[in-house]
Each structure stands twice: as C-alpha cells, then as structure tokens.
C-alpha cells in the first residue's frame, strides 16, 4: 500500500472517530444531558424551530445515528451528510447572527463551521481501511468526488428543507 494510501485511511479514521464521538457526544448530551429532550425541544422552539419536540427528536436521532455510522466507518457519506445537516440548522438558526468567533456572546459560528467543513472532507475521504465500508467493498463508490457529491447536497439540502419548512423565528423589533 502506498505511503499516500496510509496517510489518508489513517486521517479517514482520526475524522471519523472525532466527529463521531463528537455527534454522538452532542446527541448524547440532547437526549440525557441536563434538560433531557423537553429541555431540548424548549431551547429549539426558543429559536423558531417547531415544534421543538419534534427536531429535538430529529436532531438527536440524527447525531446519534449520524456518530455511530461514522465511529464504524459504514455509509460514510451519508454519516458525514448528518452531520453537515445538522450543523448546518445549528449554523443559521444559533449562530450566525453572533459572528465568527466561538468566545463571543451567544457563540459565534466558527465551531459548527469548522464540523460542516471537516464532514464534508470526510465524505470525500470516505471510511478508510479501517471501515464497515472497505469490509463491504463499497469504499471506492463512497469516497472521492462522489463521497463529496453525496454528503454536501445531502446535508445542505436537508438543512434547507428543515428551515424552509419548519423554522420561524420570532420577528426582531427596531430596538433590538
């Protein structure tokens, strides 16, 4: 196996174990953490997401299925595309009006930024040696320009649906 082959399984694996652990983490934390799912569906029909239990649900569901197919390295694109989604609707509907940096009030959209970016890489990277994916022998039809194809349009797409749909943001005023 070619040196370049290595450097970009083991990479594949370093991403898709951090961002697994990462959507599984956050799911996690959405579905047990602190206010558990109702606490969840408050906080997202506080920023216009309704009903807010049903994308509490769905944004749980998703970072938890999304991290556990990334972890095994299975349908990678797709994984990567869950996480895109995701991250994406985080992106609009918590971020970016607090600009760039993380540190600044109500967080900035670096952090969610930089996930959407890193997934989109591993979509095109694809599960790697180390993958559900090179078990089943659909690696090479998951990972290049098509890995790419599949988890950019996917998860933008799906993002844009959500919020076209189900986003409605309560109107700011002049003094806000």
């Not at 083991?10 to 959405?30: C, K, M, Q, Y």
């Not at 506080?46 to 390295?73: D, F, Q």
């Amino acid at each position: 196996m070619a040196v370049e082959a290595v450097g970009v399984d083991i990479a594949s694996l370093v991403l898709r174990l951090s961002v697994g652990g990462t959507l599984l983490a956050h799911g996690w934390n959405h579905a047990w953490g602190g206010g558990r799912i109702p606490g969840t569906a408050g906080w997202f029909e506080s920023m216009g997401l309704r009903p807010g239990r049903l994308h509490a649900l769905m944004a749980t569901g998703t970072e938890l299925g999304a991290g556990v197919l990334l972890l095994l390295g299975l349908v990678t694109p797709l994984a990567a595309a869950g996480a895109v989604g995701t991250m994406a609707v985080a992106f609009v509907t918590a971020h970016l009006r607090n600009g760039f940096f993380i540190f600044r009030p109500g967080q900035g959209y670096e952090y969610v930024l930089m996930i959407i970016m890193v997934a989109c890489a591993l979509g095109a990277l694809g599960g790697g040696a180390v993958s559900l994916d090179r078990a089943l022998g659909i690696s090479d039809e998951l990972s290049g320009w098509a890995g790419l194809a599949i988890t950019a349009p996917a998860g933008g797409l799906g993002a844009a649906l959500l919020l076209a749909v189900f986003w409605r943001p309560a109107k700011q005023t002049a003094d806000e």
